[in-house]
């Protein structure tokens, strides 16, 4: 009998591996294809990505090249995008676990130098308000002051400074309102609390304690760990971007890291211990304001409350990265996800990506990779190319009739140019964004947008001309047909 049991139990302890090993093998060939699939469909030059389970690494793989042609690999510096925000939402809580700061204490506790115009509101904006997005601060104050490439150890301060005397727009409190400038003033309270810069802060505090050695929050050092530039798109192909590197939104969008740094912070986040008590850090990963049904926005997080599929996640973009974090607690698992690929209009891809993961990891199934779509540069560029027929085809019409409707192309002519001058502003006004923004974010459509700005400038003008041109010819001819009728 006992033969037959230690038999059993041998057998048990030899199978049970080998079938977890099977299913995680079948699950890791099962991502391999749909990222393989999804990476080529939507053209990504790079990415990677890492998986844990059960507090280790199941799944870690790179696809493609940097910008200068280097292989992607575990150690390759992607910048965060939005991913940054939990980071720096962990360095408030590391604060708080010190007792120097309070969530609900009114900012000016620590930025006195700070000021805001409340517009009669009658609350005034706290940590907690920064952290959830609820400050009143709008959106579009907070694209103002992204992406303006400040750098140096006065960044932020600066970029403070260009916030300074902002109108608040709704109660602190009472709406979310998705704005940088949150995470921006957050970074120096934690400058001034601190009394050290943001990026030695998050160095001493944070980074080096859970051992994200190559996790950095400002150009010089990513440019010394080898940090590359990613790719803007044009209508779907990868362009080498510009060196864009906010040193002054590292709070918000510009902390870069590598999928081995990010797995450590994974682990932390499934473990819970290490840097926070367990009350702290159940507040950092707690859902605070919803957003719609089942859907909050904590601290830095943005958390699904579904009964049976709570997570909470984090999406970021730069203008040439995008990177997803997702974490769920209940099934012991999380995984990230960098790309240096971005367009507003692809702004999808990588979410269709994360959700086809996190389907694979949960469910065992390979999803499919919806199709790609530039509709908003086809039908820009339609646009451009059909004012550019019907503004040659008005010229040719202006320039052989005679006589003209002086009056009636006049009009045109000058609302042609009043268009041109108003296009952007409207556009910015529409997309509620400023222009800064839409050149980096939709770098094709901001150029066909120019490109009709430029046509309709120009047909406006040559529109005047020929008028002009045809009124002095008139002109000539009637006073030479008057001096022929005096000679006579």
Not at 277 to 293: G, L
Not at 349 to 375: F, R
Not at 417 to 427: D, E, K, Q, R
């Amino acid at each position: 009998m006992k033969k037959i049991v230690l038999s059993i139990l041998l057998f048990t302890l030899c199978v049970s591996p080998i079938s977890v090993i099977a299913v995680s093998n079948n699950q890791a060939e099962l991502i391999k294809e749909f990222m393989d699939n999804a990476i080529e469909e939507y053209n990504i030059p790079g990415a990677s990505l890492v998986i844990i389970k059960d507090g280790d690494i199941v799944l870690q793989e790179n696809w493609g090249v940097q910008s200068n042609g280097s292989p992607v690999t575990n150690d390759t510096l992607f910048t965060l995008g939005s991913v940054s925000k939990p980071l720096t939402s962990l360095g408030i809580m590391k604060l708080v676990e010190q007792k120097i700061i309070d969530l609900d204490q009114t900012i000016n506790t620590y930025i006195p130098s700070f000021t805001y115009k409340r517009n009669g509101h009658e609350n005034k904006i706290t940590i907690r308000h920064l952290l959830t997005h609820t400050s009143g601060i709008s959106s579009y104050e907070g694209l103002k002051i992204a992406e303006l490439n400040l750098r140096g150890k006065d960044a932020i301060n600066d970029a403070v400074q260009k916030l300074n005397n902002v109108e608040l727009n709704h109660e602190p409190g009472e709406v979310h309102q998705y704005s940088a400038a949150n995470y921006l003033l957050l970074g120096k309270i934690i400058e001034n609390v601190s009394n050290q810069s943001f990026t030695e802060f998050m160095n001493h505090e944070i980074f080096s304690k859970l051992g994200m050695n190559q996790t950095v929050s400002n150009y010089k050092s990513a440019s010394e760990l080898g940090y590359q530039p990613g790719f803007q798109s044009w209508f779907g192909k990868p362009i080498q971007s510009e060196n864009i590197y906010d040193d002054s939104g590292a709070p918000y969008g510009y902390i870069s890291s590598t999928s081995n740094d990010m797995a450590k912070y994974i682990q932390f986040l499934i473990k819970g211990e290490g840097l926070l008590s367990k009350q702290n850090f159940e507040t950092y990963i707690f859902p605070q304001i919803s957003r719609k049904e089942d859907m909050y926005y904590g601290l830095g997080w943005r958390i699904s409350t579904k009964e049976k599929d709570s997570y909470f996640f984090h999406g970021g973009e730069t203008p040439d990265s995008r990177s997803e974090l997702l974490i769920n607690s209940e099934k012991n698992y999380g995984f990230l996800l960098l790309t240096n690929k971005n367009n507003i209009s692809e702004v999808l891809q990588t979410t269709y990506m994360k959700e086809g993961i996190k389907a694979i990891i949960e469910n065992g199934k390979l999803p499919e990779s919806p199709k790609v779509s530039h509709q908003m540069q086809w039908m820009t560029l339609f646009g451009t190319i059909i004012l550019a027929l019907l503004s040659v085809w008005n010229l040719v019409v202006l320039k052989r009739k005679s006589p003209i409707r002086e009056k009636l192309w006049l009009v045109v002519g000058l609302t042609s140019i009043i268009c041109s001058i108003a296009l952007i502003p409207v556009l910015t006004y529409i997309f509620g964004a400023p222009w800064h923004t839409i050149n980096y974010y939709a770098p094709d459509t901001a150029f066909l947008i120019k490109c009709l700005v430029g046509l309709l400038v120009l047909n406006g003008f040559l529109l005047l001309s020929i008028i002009i041109l045809k009124k002095k010819k008139r002109n000539f001819l009637e006073k030479k047909v008057h001096e022929e009728e005096t000679i006579s």
